[in-house]
């Protein structure tokens, strides 16, 4: 998970990279990157996590920013910035991890 969701981020760079340089990209796209490069950051520091507890929060928020990312990819594609095939995998990977750490979460939080 660690590689993945690192590299999930990059390839929300890459993406953001080729979409020109508008106002509505520059902010889109700045929130996704700070969303997408989030996901990676706070799963490494639940991985460090010093207490069930903090492990818990951190994968909480790895879930928030993997859908958050989702909702800035999909307004790319309804404000008509991108194509919705360009974005598809990324969307469907976001989802994917919005799922794992959904189940993860729940069931570090039974086993708390």
Not at 9 to 14: A, E, H, K, P, T
Not at 40 to 67: H, M, P, Q, T
């Amino acid at each position: 998970m660690k590689k993945r969701t690192k590299q999930f981020g990059l390839d929300i760079i890459l993406l953001i990279e080729t979409l020109g340089n508008s106002l509505a990209v520059r902010i889109i796209g700045g929130q996704l990157v700070r969303a997408a490069t989030s996901v990676g950051a706070n799963y490494r520091a639940a991985c460090r996590g010093r207490s069930k507890r903090e492990f818990i929060a951190k994968l909480g928020i790895v879930e928030e920013e993997a859908d958050e990312s989702a909702y800035w990819m999909e307004m790319l594609v309804d404000a008509r910035i991108t194509s919705e095939t360009k974005v598809r995998r990324l969307i469907n990977e976001a989802n994917e991890l919005v799922a794992i750490t959904a189940a993860s979460y729940m069931t570090a939080k039974r086993s708390h």
